[in-house]
């Protein structure tokens, strides 16, 4: 039975389950119950200097233990949680966490890493959000260095001024932002000259035909030549193989994230991790 169940879990994982009308309502109705019960657990995928493969930083991703489903993705629950106004206090929990995480990797371990959260656009455009983020800095004593709020293009949406006016402040804060999913949103470019970011990053999209398509590797190259020319940090997404790390180096990306490194996992498990990734394989 439990094979089974593991079975049926890895697919409602990778989506492959075609999902209901009535699914959505039984998912939206279990969220509720998951907040309560404390059902979310944060995962932690790391980002690397593209050429030395140093740890950089790490991307805390949400992970739900469902009690029937396993371990469901936030793929599938993020936009319910969106639609259904559930996303303010998940996003609320996830921020906390990160931060608690954190100070359990600073009390245990040498290395200290800044920690990306992923904001949505309607946590982040929510009256508050930034005095939220102001208290749990204070509550937490975390150095604002080392908390990185990553948002997609979708925030310009709710409103281009206030985003602005926001990161304005959050640099003030010294909190770095990153423009998640750089490329695949419907905005124009020319909000790059007016958004105080730190650093973009470029979509799995671009980098999984990156050795094969010219033309894609032509964009790949101009946005990371114009990022730099911004002062802009790039991170690429979804790096899979030793030849598109190497690819990467040689255009110049500054920081690498994908499953050739290392996948999301547990924070006991980061905590276990070398400094160098991939990491060597046992003689
Ligand atoms: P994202 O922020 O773009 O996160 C990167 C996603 O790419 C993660 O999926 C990660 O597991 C996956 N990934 C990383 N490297 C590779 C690779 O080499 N190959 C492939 N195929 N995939 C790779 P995940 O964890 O399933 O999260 C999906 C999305 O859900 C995230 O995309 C983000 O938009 C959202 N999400 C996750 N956690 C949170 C959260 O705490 N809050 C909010 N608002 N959204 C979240
Ligand atoms: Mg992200
Ligand atoms: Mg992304
Ligand atoms: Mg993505």
């Not at 259904?84 to 995480?101: F, K």
């Not at 309607?122 to 004593?141: A, C, M």
């Not at 040689?250 to 490194?261: A, E, I, S, V």
Request: hydrophobic content about 45%; glycine content about 6%.
């Amino acid at each position: 039975a439990a094979k089974r169940q593991g079975r049926n879990t890895w697919q409602w994982y990778r989506g492959e389950v075609r999902r209901s009308v009535s699914e959505h309502v039984l998912l939206r109705h279990d969220l509720q119950t998951a907040l309560r019960e404390n059902q979310f657990e944060l995962y932690y995928q790391p980002i690397v200097d593209a050429a030395s493969g140093q740890i950089y930083s790490v991307e805390a991703l949400v992970r739900w233990h469902h009690p029937r489903h396993g371990l469901v993705s936030p793929g599938i629950f993020i936009p319910i949680a969106e639609k259904t106004g559930q996303i303010i206090p998940l996003g609320r929990w996830v921020l906390r966490q990160a931060c608690q995480d954190l100070a359990v990797l600073r009390a245990n371990d040498a290395r200290i890493f800044p920690v990306a959260v992923n904001i949505s656009s309607l946590q982040f455009h929510r009256d508050g959000f930034l005095t939220e983020v102001r208290q749990l800095l204070d509550d937490t004593g975390l150095p604002p260095e080392l908390l990185e709020l990553e948002m997609t293009e979708s925030i310009l949406m709710g409103g281009a001024a206030e985003a602005i006016e926001m990161i304005r402040m959050l640099r003030g804060m010294r909190i770095a932002v990153a423009i998640d999913d750089f490329g695949t949103g419907y905005s124009s470019l020319s909000y790059l000259r007016d958004l105080p970011i730190h650093k973009i990053k470029l979509d799995r999209a671009f980098i999984r035909d990156i050795l094969t398509d010219q033309r894609n590797a032509a964009l790949v190259q101009g946005i990371i030549t114009m990022a730099h020319h911004m002062d802009l940090t790039v991170v690429a997404e979804g790096v899979e193989t030793l030849e598109q790390q190497q690819d990467l180096i040689d255009r110049n990306c500054d920081l690498l994230q994908g499953f050739y490194f290392a996948r999301p996992m547990p924070l006991e498990d980061l905590q276990a991790l070398p400094d160098l990734l991939p990491a060597a394989p046992l003689p």
